[in-house]
């Protein structure tokens, strides 16, 4: 059974840090490009960044670059992405997703809030 789990979300201030994690099981994790996808209220998903399965080639929204970092841990899983300088307009449910070819999997996501 396919799953991914996510964690790490929470109430954060600005200019603060965060770093979630997805777990995966039930398909061969470092086959799969791993992204994490985000979605504020009344907003659609967005994608936020993607990285490749053996971890060689990452690539981010404008929006978060140079503040957010995708890693993979293939022995364990588990793609993370590290959250700093954290603002407002970063509150939004945060979804991690593995595809390979037709194969297309989501998680239950995670709420991220930034405020003061």
């Known amino acids: 059974q396919v799953q991914l789990v996510e964690s790490g979300g929470g109430l954060v201030q600005p200019g603060g840090s965060l770093r979630l994690s997805c777990v995966a099981s039930g398909f061969a994790f470092n086959m799969y490009v791993m992204t994490w996808h985000r979605q504020a209220p009344g907003k659609e998903r967005e994608l936020v960044a993607t990285i490749t399965g053996g971890g060689t080639t990452t690539n981010y929204a404008d929006s978060v670059k140079g503040r957010f970092t995708i890693s993979r841990d293939n022995a364990k899983n588990t793609v993370y992405l590290q959250m700093n300088s954290l603002k407002f307009e970063d509150t939004a449910v945060y979804y991690c997703?593995?595809?390979?070819?037709?194969?297309?999997?989501w998680g239950q996501g995670t709420q991220v809030t930034v405020s003061s």
């Open positions: 997703n593995a595809r390979r070819f037709a194969s297309d999997y």
